[in-house]
């Protein structure tokens, strides 16, 4: 059998999607990091702790991506946060992945 791996960027939008929306590029980060160290995550981002949390560039760069791509769109919240949702087009994207690989 042959094993493929989601990318990266899939890995994230999963996460994303699990929780709907997420309120924060620091709890975006922070989400991350506690799934990748507990192993639910299968990514290999480096992180960097900060008094606020961690950061990854890696992670940074992944999320631009899934910008540009129009997978993901980010919001402000009222209290001037931004908050990360999956598009439609992503959800569509992301079921089909599913689909083709079966869920992990």
Do not use: C, W
Request: no cysteine; net charge positive.
């Amino acid at each position: 059998m042959v094993k493929f791996r989601f990318p990266l960027e899939m890995e994230v939008l999963k996460v994303i999607a699990n929780y709907r929306s997420v309120k924060g590029v620091i709890s975006l980060h922070n989400i991350v990091h506690e799934l990748q160290r507990k192993g639910v995550l299968r990514t290999n981002f480096s992180f960097i702790k900060y008094s606020f949390g961690y950061y990854s560039k890696d992670l940074e760069e992944v999320l631009n991506n899934l910008k540009r791509l129009d997978l993901i769109k980010v919001g402000k919240s009222e209290d001037g946060f931004e908050v990360y949702e999956v598009t439609e087009k992503g959800l569509r994207i992301l079921q089909s992945m599913v689909e083709i690989l079966g869920s992990r």
